[in-house]
């Protein structure tokens, strides 16, 4: 389980390196487990952050110490987010990557697919299954009124480092944001492998490394990378 001194830090770095974490979930008994895949970094005065419409109640965990869970509903589902170091910092759980292992084996995927069904009610392909911030919630059972201001928790929800520390990312921009909320800010981290997964591909043909976005290290220096399989 991930400390809270992990996320007591600048919301670009955690935002990086909670790519390849792990997100245990405990739910009736079982355990469900998504990798992260895709993250946004927030702070305060970014006029894309919730934080940056000042305190409010149900903003509160937004200025908690870092490793507070910030959850709110995009789209009338539910979001996760994780507060960063400073007040109004935080980071979003953009997408994730079901995770299967000797916690949570095939058993616990077909349960996260029985939470997470598609508009027809069919089974979604494990690949497409947490291919955004609602659909991770979705797949875990994670609920705004149950853990909107509190903090994880060993017993039933918490981020595990397991050991995967992929680098080269891509950095590219925020998804979302309209113009004139710094819409142009570079603050949206992907695994490469995983970049078809997530909630919009930054490698799809027409992108362009360097115009549409750029490779860095784990660290945030730039670098030149390629994708796996490219």
Known sequence: MLPDTFFDRDA???????????????????????RIIETEAYYLHDKGSHASLGYTHKRRALFMDGGAIYMYYARG?????????????AVLVKSAHPWVDAVS?????????????????????????????????????????????RRFDAATFF????????????????????????????????????????????LRRGQVAGRDYDWITRQGRPCKGQAPGA
């Not at 670009?12 to 998504?34: H, K």
């Not at 589902?77 to 910092?89: T, V």
């Not at 919630?137 to 609920?143: E, H, Q, W």
């Not at 944001?177 to 997964?197: Q, T």
């Open 12 to 34: 670009q770095q955690v935002a990086r390196e909670l790519i390849g974490m792990v997100l245990r979930r405990r739910l009736d008994g079982m355990w469900l487990s998504a």
């Open 159 to 202: 981020v595990e480092d397991i050991g995967a520390r992929p680098s080269p990312l891509i950095r590219t921009v925020r998804l979302g944001i309209p113009e004139g909320r710094d819409a142009h800010l570079p603050y949206r981290f992907v695994d490469p492998a995983y970049a078809p997964f997530c909630t919009r591909n930054p």
């Open 77 to 89: 589902g539910d979001s996760l987010n994780i507060s960063a170091g400073g007040p109004g910092n």
């Open 105 to 149: 084996g095939e058993d616990a995927l077909a349960r996260m697919q029985a939470l997470n069904p598609d508009a027809q009610g069919r089974s979604r392909p494990p690949q497409r299954l947490c291919a955004g911030q609602t659909l991770v919630c979705r797949s875990l059972g994670l609920k705004v009124p149950e853990w909107d201001g």
